[in-house]
């Protein structure tokens, strides 16, 4: 085994420190927002959690108990719409699709997730929103029964109609999709040519090759592309505050005006505390601090998985 | 599986002659029982939606249409064949769409922001002059975008150079040395990438604004931007170094090359057009982002030509405003802003395409042209010598 040269030992120095970085910026935000966060904790404490409202001039009384459901709910409709949608795409992309299309397929899904959220924000604010009322309206009168799409105000105006958290899940949903599809399909593209051969020998349709081998090969990516839209669906952030109309009193009502979210309170207040010390700041650094908390975890579980199924691959090529 | 064993027993006696099953062929059948069911769906949703009952709204009407098309779809599909084909073109027909449904959502939001920005854009102007003396109630042809310009173009270049070497450096690390250490990096890196993107805005306030104590600028906005881009960098880069044949690195260490060497003269020459895609698509998913810039930027109506003193405006940022305003105007501003920043993402998104356009190793022709002739140089040298 011939030496390491100290050329060699240098450089990989170099490399390993870079490698090593991604972990050093993400234990600096944490640290950050848990010092700047800390004003705050110690004035609610664990009434942070529970309280609804967020009154961060004095009488200060703030908490996250309406701002975060709010904002799982938009994620979760989000990712109800997304992940179906974007499987579908994956498994049009990589095994319905003629080949000369695919490149361009590909970059269209790409060029999806480099569209800004801002234009996102732009199209669901003044294109989507006159168009969809008609759909929300129907909804909310024949099934009404359910109690989700529930609507306790007059169907008639629109205004109650407006910025609520299905409307902002389904903009959401178009920013998860690229991410979804994009990781899926990659899964799925690497599903054993073997195993899909075996399949059409013994004599099955694409649908019974797609349902026996791709989608089995890869359940594991598409959960991991699950999480890591999940990730992304929670932190949304100018698409979702151009949208929504604020509510501080959490209800599950989806069609109904009035939503929120821990990003766009962010984005909504940040301005109003020019002083570094005022509660007001802290209290939007503890609710990042949630935040941030929530997706990496949400993310890393979904890498983790992603990762496992990826080192499979691996050793089956 | 109960329909499974029902077909397989209807269709056992039929098959005897051992046919090959067709997997793609496009007969007059299937063409006509799409459109067949296309058209009878847009009837009878046209009907149903328009005259019998109280619904009303576009989307509505082409959900119940799909709906009732794919329902169709099945009805005439299962009076020519057996359930197991029905549901074989049921599923081809539903991917289908999924991929339709995506082109078209891109072509409508890029088709949408360039009709409504286009008012706005048609007056030269709009990219010349700087907000500085236009106000909510001053008309469309004076005020524009060129201050926005500056600074997103200022912010995104600084963010590239801060993103960019550490995040091919760590892709490097990544791929070269990887090993069991380098596991959780990736895992991490992966991680980020779909961090919420305020939480970087939301970082460099925290920690260059409030405790370093730099002012609101367009460097901070960078700083925030790099943070958002450098996972993404990493993640793209190492994808295109894991592509670079093993059998090059080998050569290089046949003939006694130090890893570094190997590195910086075989494996990253090899990947870079990879590279280049990596570093511009990066940069187009930067350019948009308005919640990191939000933050740490300020706002300025003005031109601010220094991203490192006062505070700048960056495209993004001046639809976020410009949208909130109550003024027609003003929100017509917004969309010459999405224009100029769709146009934007739209020409990073060419570069990145045609910069990446073979597989590593691949020569294009102008360098496979260059290289025979540089071997060719060579050879008539060395016959020179021998001569």
Same mark, same amino acid.
């Given at each position: 085994?011939?030496?390491?040269?100290?050329?060699?030992?240098?450089?990989?120095?170099?490399?390993?420190?870079? $490698?090593?970085?991604?972990?050093?910026?993400?234990?600096?935000?944490?640290?950050?927002?848990?010092?700047?966060?800390?004003?705050?904790?110690?004035?609610?404490?664990?009434?942070?959690?529970?309280?609804?409202?967020?009154?961060?001039?004095?009488?200060?009384?703030?908490?996250?108990?309406?701002?975060?459901?709010?904002?799982?709910?938009?994620?979760?409709?989000? =990712?109800?719409?997304?992940?179906?949608?974007?499987?579908?795409?994956?498994?049009?992309?990589? %095994?319905?699709?003629?080949?000369?299309?695919?490149?361009? *397929?590909?970059?269209?899904?790409?060029?999806?997730?480099?569209?800004?959220?801002?234009?996102?924000?732009?199209? !669901?604010?003044?294109?989507?929103?006159?168009?969809?009322?008609?759909?929300?309206?129907? @909804?909310?009168?024949?099934?009404?029964?359910?109690?989700?799409?529930?609507?306790?105000?007059?169907?008639?105006?629109?205004?109650?109609?407006?910025?609520?958290?299905?409307?902002?899940?389904?903009?959401?949903?178009?920013?998860?999709?690229?991410?979804?599809?994009?990781?899926?399909?990659?899964?799925?593209?690497?599903?054993?040519?073997?195993?899909?051969?075996?399949?059409?020998?013994?004599?099955?349709?694409?649908?019974?090759?797609?349902?026996?081998?791709? *989608?089995?090969?890869?359940? +594991?990516?598409?959960?991991?592309?699950?999480? @890591?839209?999940? #990730?992304?669906?929670?932190?949304?952030?100018?698409?979702?505050?151009?949208?929504?109309?604020?509510?501080?009193?959490?209800?599950?009502?989806?069609?109904?005006?009035?939503?929120?979210?821990? +990003?766009?309170?962010?984005?909504?207040?940040?301005?109003?505390?020019?002083?570094?010390?005022?509660?007001?700041?802290? &209290?939007?650094?503890?609710?990042?601090?949630? @935040?941030?908390?929530?997706?990496?975890?949400?993310?890393?579980?979904?890498?983790?998985?992603?990762?496992?199924?990826?080192?499979?691959?691996?050793?089956?090529? | =599986?109960?329909?499974?064993?029902?077909?397989?027993?209807?269709?056992?006696?039929?098959?005897?002659?051992?046919?090959?099953?067709?997997?793609?062929?496009?007969?007059?059948?299937?063409?006509?029982?799409?459109? $067949?069911?296309?058209?009878?769906?847009? &009837?009878?949703?046209?009907?149903?939606? %328009?005259?019998?009952?109280?619904?009303?709204?576009?989307?509505?009407?082409?959900?119940?249409?799909?709906?009732?098309?794919? &329902?169709?779809?099945?009805?005439?599909?299962?009076?020519?064949?057996?359930?197991?084909?029905?549901?074989?073109? /049921?599923?081809?027909?539903?991917?289908?769409?999924?991929?339709?449904?995506?082109?078209?959502?891109?072509?409508?939001?890029?088709?949408?922001?360039?009709?409504?920005? /286009?008012? +706005?854009?048609?007056?030269?102007?709009? /990219?010349?002059?700087?907000?500085?003396?236009?106000?909510?109630?001053?008309?469309?042809?004076?005020?524009?975008?060129?201050?926005?310009?500056?600074?997103?173009? %200022?912010?995104?270049? *600084?963010?590239?150079?801060?993103?960019?070497?550490?995040?091919?450096?760590?892709?490097?690390?990544?791929? %070269?040395?990887?090993?069991? &250490?380098?596991?959780?990096?990736?895992?991490?890196?992966?991680?980020?990438?779909?961090?919420?993107?305020?939480?970087?805005?939301?970082?460099?306030?925290?920690?260059?604004?409030?405790?370093? !104590?730099?002012?609101?600028?367009?460097?901070?906005?960078?700083?925030?931007?790099?943070?958002?881009? @450098?996972?993404?960098?990493?993640?793209?880069?190492?994808?295109?170094?894991?592509?670079?044949? !093993?059998?090059?690195?080998?050569?290089?260490? +046949?003939?006694?090359?130090?890893?570094?060497?190997?590195?910086?003269?075989?494996?990253?020459?090899?990947?870079?057009?990879?590279?280049?895609?990596?570093?511009?698509?990066?940069?187009?998913?930067?350019? $948009?982002?308005?919640?990191?810039?939000?933050?740490?930027?300020?706002?300025?109506?003005?031109?601010?030509?220094?991203?490192?003193?006062?505070?700048?405006?960056?495209?993004?940022?001046?639809?976020?405003?410009?949208?909130?305003?109550?003024?027609?105007?003003?929100?017509?501003?917004?969309?010459?802003?999405? /224009?100029?920043?769709?146009?934007?993402?739209?020409?990073?998104?060419?570069?990145?395409?045609?910069?990446? #356009?073979?597989?590593?190793?691949?020569?294009?022709?102008?360098?496979?042209?260059?290289?025979?002739?540089?071997?060719?140089?060579?050879?008539?040298?060395?016959?020179?010598?021998?001569?």
């Amino acid at each position: 085994v011939a030496q390491v040269s100290t050329g060699d030992k240098i450089f990989r120095g170099i490399l390993r420190a870079s $490698g090593w970085s991604v972990f050093v910026i993400t234990g600096l935000i944490l640290i950050f927002l848990i010092v700047r966060a800390t004003k705050a904790f110690r004035f609610m404490g664990a009434a942070f959690l529970t309280t609804s409202s967020w009154i961060t001039f004095s009488p200060q009384h703030f908490g996250i108990a309406a701002i975060l459901p709010f904002g799982i709910l938009i994620a979760l409709i989000a =990712m109800i719409i997304a992940v179906p949608t974007g499987i579908a795409i994956a498994l049009y992309i990589s %095994e319905y699709a003629p080949a000369r299309l695919k490149p361009s *397929l590909i970059a269209v899904i790409d060029l999806m997730a480099a569209i800004p959220s801002i234009i996102f924000g732009l199209w !669901g604010l003044l294109f989507l929103l006159p168009r969809i009322i008609g759909f929300d309206s129907w @909804l909310g009168r024949h099934l009404g029964f359910i109690p989700v799409f529930d609507f306790r105000k007059s169907t008639s105006i629109a205004a109650n109609y407006v910025g609520s958290t299905f409307i902002a899940g389904i903009v959401v949903s178009l920013m998860v999709i690229p991410i979804v599809t994009s990781l899926s399909r990659q899964v799925f593209s690497q599903a054993p040519q073997g195993e899909r051969e075996g399949a059409y020998a013994l004599g099955a349709t694409r649908w019974g090759m797609v349902r026996t081998v791709v *989608l089995p090969f890869g359940r +594991a990516g598409v959960i991991g592309a699950t999480m @890591l839209g999940l #990730g992304r669906a929670l932190g949304e952030t100018i698409a979702v505050t151009l949208i929504i109309t604020p509510a501080w009193i959490f209800n599950y009502h989806v069609l109904e005006s009035g939503s929120n979210s821990i +990003a766009s309170r962010i984005a909504v207040d940040f301005g109003s505390f020019p002083d570094a010390g005022s509660m007001g700041l802290s &209290a939007l650094m503890a609710a990042g601090l949630v @935040l941030f908390g929530m997706t990496l975890i949400v993310n890393t579980l979904g890498a983790i998985v992603i990762s496992r199924s990826r080192s499979g691959a691996a050793t089956a090529d | =599986m109960a329909a499974n064993t029902v077909t397989t027993e209807a269709t056992a006696p039929e098959s005897a002659a051992d046919t090959p099953l067709r997997i793609r062929t496009v007969t007059a059948e299937s063409v006509l029982t799409l459109t $067949g069911a296309a058209v009878g769906a847009l &009837a009878l949703d046209w009907v149903l939606y %328009e005259r019998v009952l109280p619904f009303s709204g576009v989307l509505g009407f082409w959900v119940c249409w799909y709906v009732l098309f794919l &329902a169709f779809y099945v009805a005439i599909a299962a009076l020519q064949w057996d359930m197991q084909s029905v549901r074989d073109r /049921f599923f081809s027909v539903a991917f289908t769409t999924g991929g339709i449904l995506a082109t078209a959502i891109v072509i409508d939001q890029v088709a949408y922001t360039l009709v409504r920005g /286009f008012p +706005a854009v048609k007056h030269p102007r709009f /990219f010349t002059q700087t907000m500085a003396n236009a106000g909510p109630l001053s008309p469309i042809t004076t005020g524009g975008v060129a201050h926005a310009l500056v600074g997103t173009l %200022e912010q995104i270049l *600084l963010a590239t150079f801060l993103a960019v070497p550490l995040g091919v450096l760590a892709a490097v690390y990544l791929a %070269e040395v990887g090993g069991r &250490a380098a596991r959780p990096v990736r895992t991490l890196v992966d991680a980020m990438t779909s961090l919420p993107d305020i939480i970087s805005g939301l970082f460099i306030l925290a920690f260059v604004v409030l405790t370093i !104590g730099l002012p609101k600028s367009g460097f901070a906005a960078s700083l925030a931007l790099a943070v958002t881009m @450098l996972p993404i960098v990493t993640r793209a880069s190492e994808t295109v170094l894991r592509i670079v044949p !093993g059998t090059l690195r080998e050569a290089s260490y +046949a003939l006694g090359g130090s890893q570094w060497r190997t590195v910086l003269n075989v494996v990253l020459p090899t990947a870079r057009s990879g590279l280049a895609t990596a570093v511009v698509l990066a940069m187009a998913r930067g350019i $948009g982002e308005t919640a990191p810039v939000l933050l740490v930027a300020g706002y300025a109506r003005g031109m601010n030509a220094n991203p490192f003193n006062g505070w700048q405006t960056s495209l993004p940022l001046y639809i976020y405003y410009e949208i909130q305003s109550p003024a027609n105007t003003d929100k017509i501003r917004a969309f010459g802003g999405g /224009f100029a920043l769709v146009i934007l993402v739209l020409v990073l998104f060419a570069i990145a395409r045609r910069a990446g #356009g073979g597989t590593p190793g691949e020569l294009t022709r102008r360098q496979r042209r260059r290289l025979e002739k540089e071997s060719a140089r060579q050879r008539a040298a060395r016959e020179g010598m021998g001569a």
